[in-house]
């Protein structure tokens, strides 16, 4: 009935935008019986998981789909189908959403909010693709679709997201300072070195006469390749000489500020150093080490463009980021994962779990109490597991059988002790309490896994033998001893554990624009005519994406030699710059100092739990006393304003006169408060403060 619909309409509403205050395309009703039905439906947990399902499917095709797929393939026929049912099952969920939520003219509607744009633009360009696939256009606009696993509605990643939008002012501030310094350095750069990088692929004639210039290089003969020569195809083989630069070079201000962000990435920077160092002047051959103080602009650049810059923009996410998880506290991780992050973190007091043990009556367990309970023990024990740690470091190849024996006689005394430390807790505890604790725990296990690879030594376990020497393997664990007895090793695990759940987050993210960027490079780079066809890595598929010396690889991709050197400077050009670039900036400089940033706000945490840290700047320091010094002041004039009017109806009670503090004014002047009421008499309160 219409009554139940006008009920059930709050509850809709809740936890959503205002979009169910207004119509939609001015027919459906915010209590419309169908708009209704659609939007439970959307909000469906099943429902938005079968949603989830289809945008894994889809990403899994796009990683399936190679451009060297044959066309008439059974593969190739299969992805278009799946693409084609995909693409309708997106449609209509996008259909929904536009007749719940509206078009565009009122706050939440579909066009109005940041997700189901981008989830619209994905599937208006795949309807077009899909029904004009022959135009060049159509095909290439198909590539939109590596940005559906952005769609993955999972809280973590979209608070990510957001919190990278919202903190792009102070990111993009930061970058116009970057990009002010690599232009200052750039046309520095361009100043000096524009075209003295050029060089001769041969360094010599047979005759031992050394290619000084330009004019020498005579270009499109063949030489035989030497240990000196610039030859990619080996030593002793034919090769036409060329005159040409490196692919990193400084001959106008778009190569020198590539260049330079080239260095800011640390990629290969000593090659730089030495081509400059070696530059003569312009169609001059290189000569080795002909002006050394050329390398102070590459360490000034370094310092400034690289420490100074890059180290600003790590400082600017950290501060922002630190604002706003002070606003919003649940910024990059749920409440839910803090809580489940906080079991594993250890107490800041090691001696807390020994206040909550009763101590026992019997006679053997209360001596074990007074053991184990001591300072000492704690100390001795930290000591027996430093010592160990030494040990474990101590094996080497080529070892003695009395090094060996050695050795496998100091862990036996090792295990002893802490089965002997491991007796002493469980009589002073008790099983249950021993065993309530997940450290004892881990210890216990450790204990228990030591003891097969002990006996290994003396005994024949055949066929399994290599088994156990697996549990060899945990007695590493030890080393957590360490981390819950010392202070600082606890702050910074404590700092480890706490930062799981925003690094999690935020490598997710990190994974998925890999994953993005993977795909769009299969796309561009992984065809039959691909410059990296036959090279490792290549794209041919999708498995062979990541890899060292990115600016090798986007000068393979601009289709330079093997030498890095005679690129083309067209559109593939452009191309590579802004997939390779693009991808750095966002990978390399934006998301992992993020993750520097929730490293840093969580160590400051755990430091101010810990006790190393009191205040977390001086300014709160100052802060707090400036408000304690108001609060005592204004709890002063208070106690006074109190004392005069306690005196003025003393004064008012003697002389049989009513008092009426509504109609009293309160005055200050030098001599203290005077309360004057309307009788016209005046009483004075006491001194100053």
């Given amino acids: 009935t219409t009554a139940d619909v006008e009920e059930l309409l709050p509850t809709l509403k809740k936890d959503t935008a205002d979009f169910l205050d207004y119509d939609s395309f001015f027919v ?53 189908v799946m693409n084609i049912i995909l693409t309708i099952c997106f449609a209509g969920e996008m259909a929904i959403k536009l007749v719940v939520k509206g078009c565009f003219l009122h706050p939440g509607a579909y066009w109005r909010t940041p997700w189901d744009v981008l989830d619209g633009v994905i599937v208006i360009t795949s309807l077009a693709s899909l029904f004009v696939s022959g135009i060049g256009f159509f095909k290439s606009i198909r590539m939109l679709r590596v940005l559906r696993p952005l769609r993955f509605d999972i809280r973590g990643m979209q608070m990510v997201v957001e919190t990278l939008i919202v903190s792009i002012p102070a990111v993009i501030s930061v970058f116009l300072f970057g990009g002010f310094l690599f ?56 090769a036409t000489r060329y005159w040409s630069t490196p692919y990193r070079n400084f001959d106008n201000i778009g190569r020198s500020t590539y260049t330079l962000y080239v260095l800011a990435t640390g990629d290969d920077i000593m090659t730089v150093v ?63 994962a803090k809580e489940w992050m906080r079991v594993f973190q250890f107490s800041a007091k090691s001696q807390d779990e020994w206040r909550m043990v009763p101590v026992p009556t019997n006679p053997l367990r209360q001596r074990c109490y007074q053991i184990v309970s001591k300072t000492l023990f704690d100390t001795c024990i930290i000591g027996v597991i430093m010592i160990n740690v030494i040990v474990m470091t101590l094996p080497h190849r080529g070892a003695s059988n009395s090094f060996n024996n050695v050795i496998t006689v100091f862990n036996w005394v090792f295990t002893m002790i802490f089965v002997i430390e491991a007796i002493l807790k469980l009589l002073a505890m008790g099983v249950r309490m021993y065993f309530s604790d997940n450290w004892n725990k881990l210890d216990f296990f450790i204990i228990l896994a030591s003891i097969p690879d002990l006996m290994s030594t003396f005994l024949e376990f055949g066929s399994v033998s290599k088994f156990v020497m697996v549990f060899r393997l945990f007695r590493i664990g030890r080393m957590f001893k360490l981390v819950r007895k010392i202070k600082g090793l606890r702050m910074m695990f404590n700092t480890l554990i706490a930062s799981l759940p925003a690094v999690f987050n935020v490598g997710s993210i990190l994974f998925l624009l890999t994953y993005i960027y993977a795909i769009l490079g299969m796309n561009i780079y992984g065809g039959a005519d691909s410059p990296f066809a036959g090279q490792q890595p290549n794209y041919s598929d999708f498995g062979d994406f990541t890899g060292d010396g990115w600016s090798g690889d986007m000068a393979n991709a601009a289709y330079c030699n093997n030498d890095l050197m005679q690129c083309q400077y067209g559109k593939d050009y452009v191309i590579a710059s802004l ?38 700047t001086f300014v709160d320091l100052l802060r707090t006393i400036i408000t304690l010094r108001v609060f005592v002041r204004m709890l002063r004039i208070q106690i006074e304003r109190m004392k005069s009017r306690d005196l003025a109806e003393r004064q008012l009670e003697g002389d049989g006169r009513s008092f009426d503090l509504n109609k009293t004014s309160l005055y200050r002047f030098k001599t203290g408060p005077v309360l004057v009421a309307e009788t016209g008499k005046t009483g004075g309160g006491g001194g100053g403060m």
């Fill in 28 to 80: 459906l009703a915010p209590n419309n019986r169908f708009r209704l039905f659609l939007h439970r439906l959307l909000r469906n947990r099943y429902f938005e998981s079968f949603i989830l399902i289809l945008i894994l499917i889809s990403s899994i095709l796009l990683a399936l789909d190679q451009p060297t797929l044959d066309p008439n393939s059974q593969l190739k026929k299969a992805l278009h």
């Fill in 183 to 238: 232009l200052i350095f750039g046309i520095l750069g361009t100043q000096m070195f524009m075209g003295k990088l050029y060089r001769c692929n041969q360094y010599a004639f047979p005759n031992g006469t050394v290619i000084a210039t330009k004019d020498m290089c005579v270009e499109g003969e063949t030489f035989t390749c030497t240990a000196y020569d610039t030859c990619s195809t080996g030593l002793g083989s034919n």
């Fill in 274 to 336: 030495f081509n400059l160092i070696d530059a003569v002047d312009v169609d001059k051959a290189p000569v080795i080490n002909h002006n050394p103080w050329a390398g102070l602009y590459v360490l000034a650049f370094v310092f400034f463009g690289t420490f100074f810059w890059i180290n600003l923009l790590v400082s600017v996410i950290v501060d922002y980021y630190t604002k706003l998880a002070s606003r919003q506290g649940d910024l990059l991780q749920s409440k839910e």
């Fill in 579 to 616: 997939f390779y670039c693009s991808f750095l900036m966002i990978a390399h400089f934006v998301l992992l100092n993020l993750i520097i940033a929730v490293i840093i706000d969580n160590f400051v945490s755990s430091a101010q739990s810990e006790g190393l840290l009191k205040t977390n």
